[in-house]
């Protein structure tokens, strides 16, 4: 019979022993669960961020620079730049500038933002190249504009969604006004969406 009041028995004894590496390992496990809570806070900041901008570039404002958009083919076709007609488009490509930006400084998920977005992005690249130069082309200075814009048309450009709704292996090319694609907007490489 062992004495309850002078031998701590196996289990204390083992604890004795062992507290240095018991306090290493509550040590570790309290990391793991911050750093858990931590991530979880995180997806549920850029799941929210995006819903935001999502939410923003679907208000009617915004659709109706993209269909005033759709009706440029070449650089005559562009408005005049105290119409409002080029000040909706330009909002509206502020819009998406903005989302690039985001997913570039990770406050929203990229797969998630082109997987919504990748088809529309395509469908405007061909008149966003045109009204872009002509944006650049009234600046005296060597300015490029929306610069996450031109990213995110690229990563829109080369990404193939699992959904199945990227019917065409070609993605749609813009007609480019004549050579008149900034040397930003060129494919940047990165292929790492999918
Ligand atoms: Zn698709």
């Given at each position: 019979?062992?004495?309850?009041?002078g031998e701590?028995g196996?289990?204390g004894?083992?604890?004795?022993?062992?507290?240095d590496?018991?306090?290493i390992a509550?040590a570790?496990?309290?990391?793991?669960v911050?750093a858990?809570?931590v991530?979880i806070a995180?997806t549920?900041?850029?799941?929210?961020?995006?819903?935001?901008?999502?939410?923003?570039?679907?208000?009617?404002?915004?659709?109706e620079?993209?269909r005033?958009?759709?009706?440029?083919?070449?650089?005559?076709d562009?408005?005049?730049?105290?119409s409002t007609s080029y000040?909706m488009i330009?909002?509206s490509?502020?819009?998406?500038?903005?989302l690039g930006?985001?997913?570039?400084?990770?406050?929203v998920?990229r797969?998630?933002?082109?997987?919504?977005?990748?088809?529309?992005l395509?469908d405007i690249?061909?008149?966003?190249?045109?009204f872009?130069?002509a944006?650049?082309?009234?600046?005296?200075?060597?300015?490029h504009?929306?610069?996450?814009l031109?990213w995110?048309l690229?990563?829109?450009?080369?990404?193939?969604s699992?959904?199945g709704?990227c019917?065409?292996t070609?993605?749609?090319?813009?007609?480019?006004?004549g050579?008149?694609?900034?040397a930003?907007t060129?494919?940047?490489?990165e292929?790492?969406?999918?």
């Amino acid at each position: 019979m062992s004495n309850l009041e002078g031998e701590p028995g196996e289990m204390g004894a083992w604890l004795t022993n062992n507290k240095d590496i018991i306090g290493i390992a509550l040590a570790l496990l309290g990391l793991v669960v911050t750093a858990y809570t931590v991530l979880i806070a995180r997806t549920a900041q850029r799941r929210d961020a995006f819903m935001r901008i999502h939410e923003v570039l679907l208000q009617p404002e915004i659709q109706e620079g993209r269909r005033l958009l759709f009706q440029i083919q070449s650089d005559d076709d562009v408005p005049k730049r105290d119409s409002t007609s080029y000040q909706m488009i330009n909002r509206s490509l502020a819009m998406y500038d903005t989302l690039g930006h985001y997913i570039r400084r990770g406050d929203v998920d990229r797969r998630r933002a082109v997987d919504v977005w990748h088809h529309s992005l395509r469908d405007i690249t061909a008149p966003a190249e045109i009204f872009i130069h002509a944006r650049e082309s009234s600046h005296r200075s060597g300015w490029h504009a929306w610069p996450w814009l031109r990213w995110l048309l690229a990563e829109a450009s080369s990404y193939r969604s699992k959904e199945g709704c990227c019917v065409s292996t070609s993605a749609p090319q813009g007609r480019n006004g004549g050579g008149s694609t900034p040397a930003g907007t060129a494919r940047t490489g990165e292929h790492n969406v999918e």
